[in-house]
């Protein structure tokens, strides 16, 4: 079994900053990309941000500039710094990594955090 588990959400007025991570847990051998997605009330699911196992990076447009991605292998860790926030970043942000695990080294698998609330004041 896998875990992905977010932290680093919360309330922030506008222009302000956040840090979210997401460490992944259990029967690891490696993984491919990791990415961040983000929902907002009432609108579909979109991707925010990648990366790739060696660290290169790929941002929507409306994270670019103010978001950065980062990861450690060594910690199975990704994390989002979010600088300048806006209102419309408000969303529950989720982690997504594709794991290949000790069970299977086949295939990689889809695997999905149970989401941390941001809320940024305006």
């Known amino acids: 079994q896998v875990q992905l588990v977010e932290s680093g959400g919360g309330l922030v007025q506008a222009g302000g900053s956040l840090r979210l991570s997401c460490a992944a847990s259990?029967?690891?051998?490696?993984?491919?990309?990791m990415r961040w997605y983000r929902q907002a009330p009432g609108k579909q699911r979109e991707l925010v941000a990648s990366v790739t196992t060696g660290g290169s990076t790929n941002y929507a447009d409306s994270a670019e500039g103010r978001f950065t991605i980062s990861r450690d292998n060594s910690k199975n860790t990704v994390y989002l710094q979010m600088n300048s926030l806006k209102p419309e970043d408000t969303a529950v942000y989720y982690c997504?990594?594709?794991?290949?695990?000790?069970?299977?080294?086949?295939?990689?698998?889809?695997?999905w955090g149970q989401g941390t609330q941001v809320t940024v004041s305006s």
């Open positions: 997504n990594a594709d794991i290949i695990t000790i069970a299977n080294f086949r295939v990689a698998v889809d695997y």
């Open positions: 259990g029967r690891i051998f490696s993984i491919k990309s």
